[in-house]
């Protein structure tokens, strides 16, 4: 890693900057099999699944007897380690229900706001080296929560042609109503304009590499919404001589594993805590099956030294990393003044892990700085909130002559009229 000491803010955006590609280096070849998918269907989402994923398929929906096999490959363990970090996610995102809101502004004026589910959503689930069942459980559960009609998943398939069997078991688990077979910009694509055998939806959630953000970021241009644009993973870890080498080390390193476009990035107080990081990277990193990966991320990766908390902070917020995690003497005040952030995780005994997994907040977060305007997954990205008025001749009589003034101020005369028509009506009447 590169260790950075005492950095001056002009030169933070340049040291902070992303390890990843613009736009216009993909932009074209999602634009080509968009336009392709969009003319075609399944027939260009067959040729692309065939050139990326290596497989020709006679059928790209999973079966039920595909769903049981999985099922039964699962073992025991795994599977109540996910039921458990289900049971944890349900239990979080639950409790972000809220009532409907309901004020009456004047008298005989009653406004209410309440929320309804999105009706069709898609769920992309990366495959690979890293297939993310923990992600469906993110996704589908707050999405069952909500009371989504159609929950449609997407998931590339092996060169067997099969998606990974904890995938399906926690798809089938969670209520996922239909498993396609298809990944990367074909899949966003097909979610997109709709296929003969994949839906179209309404709004599409779920990470994936540069290729499947500038797909999701492209869909915006159909009618479609995203969650976010959420790319490859970030953390930065703020620690003094309060916290464990060994436990920083490891929190970096896990982040690092996710991808070779992965950052992670160590800002400190402490020149022998930095010291010792270092030292505990290169022993942890040795014996990681992901070594190569994790090796090339840590690349990119970054060890800052600054002089005060106050300056530390300075730079986290400017940097609006995914992931967070507060280990030092001061907890409080990095927690409380930390604004741009996906996700915080505060001590020495909360890994990001556990956010990953089974502690039951979401971990589909903002990257690339989009903290700093995106929020990550919660129960209301699947959902809308809806405004309900209903006013009596009272409540009319009580606002009208505000509407009446304001509208023939903006030069709208119709709209003044709406107004006039009633209360003369009123008027005549009493």
Not at 72 to 82: D, F, M, Q, R, T
Not at 220 to 230: C, E, L, N
Not at 321 to 336: A, R, V
Request: charged share 20%; with cysteine.
């Amino acid at each position: 890693m590169n260790k950075i000491y005492n950095p001056a803010p002009e030169t933070w955006s340049e040291i902070l900057k992303r390890p990843t590609k613009t736009i216009d280096d993909i932009e074209t070849t999602v634009k080509e099999i968009f336009k392709e998918v969009q003319k075609k269907g399944d027939e260009a989402v067959s040729k692309y699944t065939s050139i990326f994923d290596g497989i020709a398929l006679d059928d790209n929906e999973v079966s039920q007897s595909e769903i049981s096999e999985a099922i039964a490959l699962i073992s025991n363990e795994l599977k109540e380690a996910i039921q458990l970090a289900k049971s944890n996610i349900y239990k979080f995102h639950l409790a972000q229900k809220t009532d409907r809101i309901t004020i009456e502004t004047t008298e005989g004026v009653n406004c209410w706001q309440e929320k309804r589910p999105i009706q069709k959503i898609g769920l992309y689930i990366p495959g690979g080296t890293a297939p993310l069942f923990s992600t469906v459980l993110m996704l589908a559960v707050p999405a069952a929560i909500a009371g989504c009609n159609e929950i449609v998943l997407c998931s590339p398939p092996d060169k067997n042609g099969k998606i990974n069997p904890a995938i399906l078991y926690a798809a089938n688990l969670c209520g996922v109503t239909k498993i396609i077979k298809v990944g990367g910009i074909q899949a966003i694509a097909g979610m997109t304009f709709g296929t003969e055998t994949i839906p179209k939806v309404y709004k599409i959630f779920g990470p994936g590499n540069q290729f499947v953000t500038v797909a999701k970021q492209l869909a915006t241009q159909f009618g479609v919404a995203i969650d976010m644009p959420a790319g490859p993973s970030e953390l930065l870890v703020v620690a003094d001589d309060s916290a464990v080498p060994a436990f920083v080390a490891s929190d970096l390193l896990s982040q690092a594993e996710h991808g070779t476009d992965s950052q992670v990035i160590l800002v400190s107080t402490s020149k022998t805590l930095i010291d010792a990081v270092g030292n505990e990277i290169q022993s942890q990193i040795a014996v990681l099956p992901r070594k190569a990966i994790a090796e090339n991320a840590i690349a990119n990766s970054k060890l800052i030294f600054v002089e005060n908390s106050t300056v530390a902070l300075q730079l986290i917020n400017e940097y609006g990393p995914e992931h967070f995690i507060i280990c030092t003497n001061e907890d409080d005040f990095y927690s409380d003044e930390i604004y741009n952030a996906g996700s915080v995780f505060i001590g020495n005994y909360t890994p990001e892990s556990a956010g990953d997994y089974a502690s039951g907040t979401n971990h589909t977060l903002p990257t690339n700085g989009y903290a700093k305007n995106y929020s990550g997954v919660n129960l209301d990205s699947f959902m809308k909130s809806m405004t309900f008025q209903k006013i009596t001749e009272k409540g009319i009589k009580n606002i009208g002559k505000a509407i009446e003034i304001m509208a023939e101020a903006e030069g709208l005369q119709a709209h003044k009229n709406a107004v006039t028509l009633r209360l003369k009506q009123i008027e005549l009447r009493n």
